[in-house]
């Protein structure tokens, strides 16, 4: 079992910044690829970030590119998405999400562990 309990989400001005963390427990973190989603109102949960391991390769969604970045501390079992240059469209519930394994993947439903959510809101 993986408990993961995210933190960092607010509210910003469009052009700002904020930094999601999400910190894991309960089972040996490395073993574990990671990835961000995010849902907003009246959509579906969509890919953000995925990582597979500290120092590893890592995936963007291609709207976020240039603009969000994922990192891992593994000392610390906790990830993080830096997110700049915020825009109204990235408005959304931001979950972090765990898969045993080091593959990558893009697909909400090959993930086994969620976080609760953090509400990211960009005003224009």
């Known amino acids: 079992q993986v408990q993961l309990v995210e933190s960092g989400g607010g509210s910003v001005q469009a052009g700002g910044s904020l930094r999601l963390s999400c910190t894991a427990s309960g089972s040996t973190f490395s073993n574990y690829a990671m990835g961000w989603f995010r849902q907003a109102p009246g959509k579906e949960r969509e890919f953000v970030a995925a990582?597979?391991?500290?120092?590893?390769?890592?995936v963007l969604a291609g709207s976020v590119k240039g603009r969000f970045t994922f990192s891992r501390d593994s000392a610390k079992n906790t990830v993080y998405l830096q997110m700049d240059t915020l825009k109204p469209e990235d408005t959304a519930v931001y979950y972090c999400?765990?898969?045993?394994?080091?593959?990558?993947?893009?697909?909400?439903?090959?993930?086994?562990?969620w976080g609760q959510g953090t509400q990211v809101t960009v005003s224009s």
């Open positions: 999400a765990a898969r045993f394994g080091q593959r990558i993947t893009t697909t909400p439903n090959e993930y086994t562990y």
């Open positions: 990582n597979r391991r500290s120092g590893g390769s890592t």
